[in-house]
């Protein structure tokens, strides 16, 4: 952050004093990587057609996703599970 206030208002005027007011300073946490993402499936637990896909992290989420989604073929809403590929 210093660098880019270095940049914008000279080398001898960065201090603490010198950010412009309502700046925020942010501090980025560089060891977090970025997840995995794997692309699902969603099956209608009613007339067993496969509706809906969707990605979910393979990281955080360790059961099967099941969610209450429209079933174009039943003509309402029912629950949709996550099946194999």
């Known amino acids: ?3 880019v206030v270095e940049r914008k208002l ?3 005027e960065v201090g603490s004093a010198s950010l412009p007011s309502g ?5 980025y946490n560089i060891n977090i990587m970025p997840t995995k993402k794997a692309f699902i499936k969603l099956q209608c637990l009613g007339c067993k057609r496969v509706n809906y896909f969707t990605r979910k992290s393979k990281k955080i989420a360790e059961k099967k996703l099941e969610l209450k989604k429209f079933c ?3 003509r309402k809403h ?3 599970k996550e ?3």
């Open 72 to 74: 174009r073929w039943c």
């Open 10 to 12: 000279g080398k001898f």
């Open 1 to 3: 952050m210093a660098q």
């Open 78 to 80: 029912t629950a949709h």
């Open 23 to 27: 700046s925020k300073i942010y501090k």
């Open 83 to 85: 099946t194999k590929k």
